[in-house]
Structures are given as structure tokens and as C-alpha cells.
């Protein structure tokens, strides 16, 4: 490293990145990719989104872009995980976001105004359905269930992916979480959502 880096810590990895003009986001919930990049691909294949929003989260792996309403985890220069933002009830400055979604070579209307029914016509029933108490504001991917109102995640499993789908206390669609590996793949985990399925699911 050189000796800014020395002094700042490592450099922002999406420093480079150059967004190219035109290009309106998409995210396969069918390939589990977003622009084309699916989870376990290299994050430079989403260097075509631009320079991440975020510096001081990028330096973590945490690449976010608060204006196109989605982030993305990386470790090790590997996407782990897509976070898809629809409400920001939360206040952590993420706009809904402005891409398209596909599933099944079709696009599919997601929004603000997405209710738990909505989605489940659309993608099918979950692997599981958690009602717990409303998180706090998201400090990373791995916020921790706590608060005094309830609110709805639905787990989706496909292997080694899950879809973390969550809703607020008002019951439309806050965000979705793509990640590797699934967190349900953890017993501890899945005793602290009183999962009683078998695992993994069939």
C-alpha cells in the first residue's frame, strides 16, 4: 500500500469504477444476479454500475448505492450477498430502488406498496415465515432482531442461497437480502427464528 493508505487504511475498491451511461440496474431474481452479476462472480463484474456511494463502508466490503437503492456485500473481491431496498422506514438514506425486476424471464412489479401477499403470489410460498419484533437501523447485513413492534421476514432457501425477504410493521416490502451462504444453514440460527423444518429443505 502506499502511504495514504498506510495512514487512511485501504483504498475504496470501486475507486476506478465507471458507470455506464444509460444503464438502468436490473436484478434476475431467477439467477440471483444483479446488471449480470451473480452471487460467487467477481465484484468487478458490476463495475459498470459506478463508483459505489459509500467510501468508508466500500473499505469494508460493503459497496452501497444509496440513490439506486441497493447494496452489495463482497468478501475477498467475491459478491456474498445483494441488498435490494424498497422503503427506507428505517432512515439509513437508501432510495427505493430504480432498476427493473425480472423472475422467470418476466418482469415483476416491486415497490413501496408491495404487500406480503403480493410478493408471495409472485414467487410462491417461503421456506419459512419469521414474526418477530421490529430491528433497529441497520448497521450490516446481520442486524439482529429487537424492538417493541412486529414486523414479517420470509426466508426463501435455494441451496446455497437464501432470500431474506422483509417487510415493515406495516406490512409492505422494506427490502430484500440475497445471500451466500444461507444463514438458516446455521441450527443456532434456526433455533432463534424457532424454525422447526427440516433442513435443508427438500
Given at each position: 500500500?502506499?502511504?495514504?493508505?498506510?495512514?487512511?487504511?485501504?483504498?475504496?475498491?470501486?475507486?476506478?469504477?465507471?458507470?455506464?451511461?444509460?444503464?438502468?440496474?436490473?436484478?434476475?431474481?431467477?439467477?440471483?444476479?444483479?446488471?449480470?452479476?451473480?452471487?460467487?462472480?467477481?465484484?468487478?463484474?458490476?463495475?459498470?454500475?459506478?463508483?459505489?456511494?459509500?467510501?468508508?463502508?466500500?473499505?469494508e466490503g460493503e459497496f452501497r448505492w444509496y440513490t439506486k437503492g441497493f447494496a452489495?456485500?463482497?468478501?475477498?473481491?467475491?459478491?456474498?450477498?445483494?441488498?435490494?431496498?424498497?422503503?427506507?422506514?428505517?432512515?439509513?438514506?437508501?432510495?427505493?430502488?430504480?432498476?427493473?425486476?425480472?423472475?422467470?424471464?418476466?418482469?415483476?412489479?416491486?415497490?413501496?406498496?408491495?404487500?406480503?401477499?403480493?410478493?408471495?403470489?409472485?414467487?410462491?410460498?417461503?421456506?419459512?415465515?419469521?414474526?418477530?419484533?421490529?430491528?433497529?437501523?441497520?448497521?450490516?447485513?446481520?442486524?439482529?432482531?429487537?424492538?417493541?413492534?412486529?414486523?414479517?421476514?420470509?426466508?426463501?432457501?435455494?441451496?446455497?442461497?437464501?432470500?431474506?425477504?422483509?417487510?415493515?410493521?406495516?406490512?409492505?416490502?422494506?427490502?430484500?437480502?440475497v445471500l451466500t451462504p444461507p444463514m438458516l444453514a446455521d441450527e443456532e440460527q434456526?433455533?432463534?427464528?424457532?424454525?422447526?423444518?427440516?433442513?435443508?429443505?427438500?
Amino acid at each position: 500500500m502506499g502511504i495514504f493508505d498506510d495512514m487512511f487504511g485501504a483504498p475504496d475498491p470501486t475507486r476506478h469504477w465507471k458507470e455506464t451511461p444509460g444503464l438502468v440496474p436490473d436484478f434476475d431474481f431467477s439467477a440471483h444476479a444483479l446488471c449480470g452479476a451473480k452471487l460467487g462472480d467477481p465484484a468487478r463484474f458490476l463495475e459498470k454500475v459506478g463508483r459505489c456511494e459509500d467510501q468508508a463502508a466500500a473499505k469494508e466490503g460493503e459497496f452501497r448505492w444509496y440513490t439506486k437503492g441497493f447494496a452489495v456485500d463482497v468478501d475477498a473481491f467475491v459478491v456474498t450477498a445483494y441488498i435490494i431496498h424498497f422503503n427506507d422506514d428505517r432512515g439509513e438514506s437508501y432510495h427505493p430502488f430504480t432498476g427493473t425486476c425480472l423472475f422467470e424471464g418476466r418482469t415483476v412489479a416491486l415497490s413501496t406498496a408491495t404487500t406480503e401477499n403480493d410478493f408471495v403470489r409472485i414467487f410462491g410460498a417461503p421456506y419459512w415465515r419469521d414474526l418477530g419484533e421490529v430491528t433497529p437501523p441497520r448497521q450490516s447485513t446481520a442486524s439482529s432482531v429487537g424492538g417493541d413492534r412486529e414486523e414479517v421476514i420470509l426466508f426463501y432457501e435455494f441451496g446455497a442461497i437464501e432470500w431474506q425477504v422483509e417487510f415493515t410493521s406495516d406490512r409492505t416490502l422494506r427490502l430484500v437480502l440475497v445471500l451466500t451462504p444461507p444463514m438458516l444453514a446455521d441450527e443456532e440460527q434456526r433455533a432463534t427464528y424457532k424454525v422447526d423444518k427440516p433442513w435443508p429443505p427438500r
